[in-house]
């Protein structure tokens, strides 16, 4: 079983490569709070700077999607699903000029999708 732990919706794809056509190779890290709430945000590739307390989850559409660490552990039992929504976000994410917001849909992984996970 390939359990993926987070996943991109068509639209959001559309969205990607519409940036990554102005901006070239593309990042995004799951925001922790504050300002942002829980946004995920899209950076070029390398303009948020990664560190030891941060986690790769996986792939989406090509870009890197990192969390923190302390956070992971309350979401590591859900499969995120990037997606994007109307309206303009309070962030530094690079799609808010465009009218639209990165946005994460959840769900609880089964117990056998748990099983199947690879350690992170």
């Known amino acids: 079983m ?3 732990r987070v996943l991109v919706t068509d639209k959001a794809k559309e969205v990607i490569d519409e940036l990554r056509a102005k901006y070239g190779p593309l990042m995004f890290h799951q925001s922790g709070g504050c300002c942002d709430g829980s946004q995920p945000m899209c950076f070029e590739e390398g303009e948020f700077k990664i560190g030891d307390n941060d986690v790769l989850l996986g792939e989406v559409h090509g870009c890197k999607f990192y969390m923190a660490r302390f956070q992971y552990e309350y979401w590591k039992h859900t499969q995120l699903t ?4 109307p ?8 799609e808010i000029p465009m009218g639209v917001r990165f ?7 089964t117990e056998q999708e748990m099983e199947a996970l690879p350690e992170l």
């Open 2 to 4: 390939d359990v993926k």
């Open 87 to 94: 309206g303009r976000g309070s962030s530094f994410s690079l």
């Open 103 to 109: 946005h994460i849909r959840s769900r609880i992984f």
């Open 82 to 85: 990037l997606d994007v929504v």
